[in-house]
């Protein structure tokens, strides 16, 4: 079948860095998507990647490995506002469908 | 400014009853969705559509029905037959159909049963 693992929950520091993994099992591979959701609120997106390494977008990067069927968000310089739970979606083989993971609390302490 | 727009944001039913959860666009974008969000789990596909007056389920649409009447709107009907249906419910719309087409999200709406 298919499957996306992300821990549940992550507790950081503000001012540190964090990573958060997501592994993935599917049939097929059309890209992997980072979102971003505060609690009762609108998944909003962070990246995208679909081919091998490492897109940074300011405090934001993402990492895809597809050999390893693993991708890292790395979150740095941590504000409070970063508490959130971040998704990890990948579009399988079927290029219309998003495979969601459960997604990764994120708790940041002062 | 351009986005998705849900209603209402909260929603309470009896059980037996069918409510219908709104979903508006103004982003001009072709392809439209319904997820459902639970504890613990990832979301989860209901229905969508690619295009005005065609539309295909996802992986949960038992209980469910939809519209796609217009370009901007994409309503859900959760009806009695959905027996489970408290949930957080999420609508998105992209501009096309798979690749690197984004999601946009809706802020949800939430369905408690009573």
């Known amino acids: 079948g298919q499957n996306i693992d992300q821990p549940t929950e992550m507790t950081a520091t503000e001012g540190a860095i964090v990573q958060i993994n997501c592994t993935y099992q599917?049939?097929?591979?059309?890209?992997l998507f980072w979102y971003q959701q505060h609690a009762g609120e609108a998944p909003t997106f962070l990246s995208y990647n679909v081919l091998d390494g490492l897109e940074e977008k300011g405090r934001f990067s993402s990492f895809l490995s597809r050999s390893k069927g693993y991708s890292y968000l790395l979150l740095k310089e941590l504000q409070m506002k970063d508490s959130a739970s971040y998704l990890c979606?990948?579009?399988?083989?079927?290029?219309?469908?998003?495979?969601w993971g459960a997604g990764t609390k994120l708790i940041i302490k002062p | 400014d351009g986005g998705i727009t849900q209603s209402p944001k909260y929603l309470f039913r009896k059980e037996g009853q069918n409510v219908t959860l709104s979903c508006e666009q103004n982003l001009n974008h072709d392809a439209m969705y319904w997820y459902r969000q639970d504890p613990g789990q990832g979301l989860r596909l209901i229905y969508y559509?690619?295009?005005?007056?065609?539309?295909q389920k996802g992986d949960i649409a038992e209980g469910y029905s939809v519209s796609r009447e217009k370009k901007e709107s994409f309503p859900l009907t959760v009806t009695s037959a959905q027996k489970n249906p408290t949930a957080f419910y999420l609508c998105a719309s992209s501009p096309g159909l798979g690749g690197a087409n984004v999601l946009t999200f809706g802020a949800g709406s939430r369905l408690t049963v009573l």
């Open positions: 559509s690619q295009i005005v007056n065609d539309f």
């Open positions: 979606a990948v579009r399988g083989g079927s290029n219309y469908q998003l495979i």
């Open positions: 599917t049939s097929g591979f059309n890209g």
